[in-house]
T-cell receptor, first 114, second 110 residues
């Protein structure tokens, strides 16, 4: 398995501002993923982030709104830009344990936009 | 495309009752299948998985069998406890990211 930490764990932000969420893994992993869990809903994949290449976004998510960095094999950031109340969600990063066909999740960042 | 359908909740059971949460999937090929659990106020944890047809995943008394013929991966537990109260998500992996069902909330009462 992998130990994953996220910062911040929660935040309350004003409309129109941006927040950058950090995801740190205790081992080198090839694939990292960012998901969103809206209140009372399931998880939806935002993008896949591989080191050394641009993130791949799912339908309905765009780079201008959710820019992602992946500077090395243990770290990634997701920025939620120009926030609105509809962005209030839990944002989770997950990693693919190399060759083990299992994804492990970070604790999540609970974002509230006022 | 790939999708997962799981039974709607909430499910309320008495302690020691038998639990079944239905999950069916649509996918091309043979995806790996997973059950994740989210306890109140906590993150998402892997509960069990199965990677090929007829595989049975098991953990903490929970079981699920990968049924290719019915495209199902139903979660079962013979005797639930209050501590099993959580939201359970069925998911498939194809090829890299996970597709989740909507989640089933389980409440176990003493």
């Amino acid at each position: 398995s992998a130990v994953i930490s996220q910062k911040p764990s929660r935040d309350i932000c004003q409309r129109g501002t941006s927040l950058t969420i950090q995801c740190q893994v205790d081992s080198q992993v090839t694939m990292m993923f960012w998901y969103r869990q809206q209140p009372g809903q399931s998880l939806t994949l935002i993008a896949t982030a591989n080191q050394g290449s641009e993130a791949t976004y799912e339908s309905g998510f765009v780079i201008d709104k959710f820019p992602i960095s992946r500077p090395n094999l243990t770290f990634s950031t997701l920025t939620v830009s120009n926030m609105s109340p509809e962005d209030s969600s839990i944002y989770l990063c997950s990693v693919d344990t190399n060759g083990a066909d299992t994804q492990y999740f970070g604790p999540g960042t609970r974002l509230t936009v006022l | 495309g790939n999708s997962v359908t799981q039974m709607e909740g909430p499910v309320t059971l008495s302690e020691e009752a038998f639990l079944t949460i239905n999950c069916t999937y649509t996918a091309t090929g043979y995806p790996s299948l997973f059950w994740y659990v989210q306890y109140p106020g906590e993150g998402l944890q892997l509960l069990l998985k199965a990677t090929k047809a007829d595989d049975k995943g098991s953990n903490k008394g929970f079981e699920a069998t990968y049924r290719k013929e019915t495209t199902s991966f139903h979660l079962e537990k013979g005797s639930v406890q209050v501590s099993d109260s959580a939201v359970y998500f069925c998911a498939l992996r194809a090829p890299y990211a996970l597709n989740f069902g909507k989640g089933t909330s389980l409440l176990v009462t003493p």
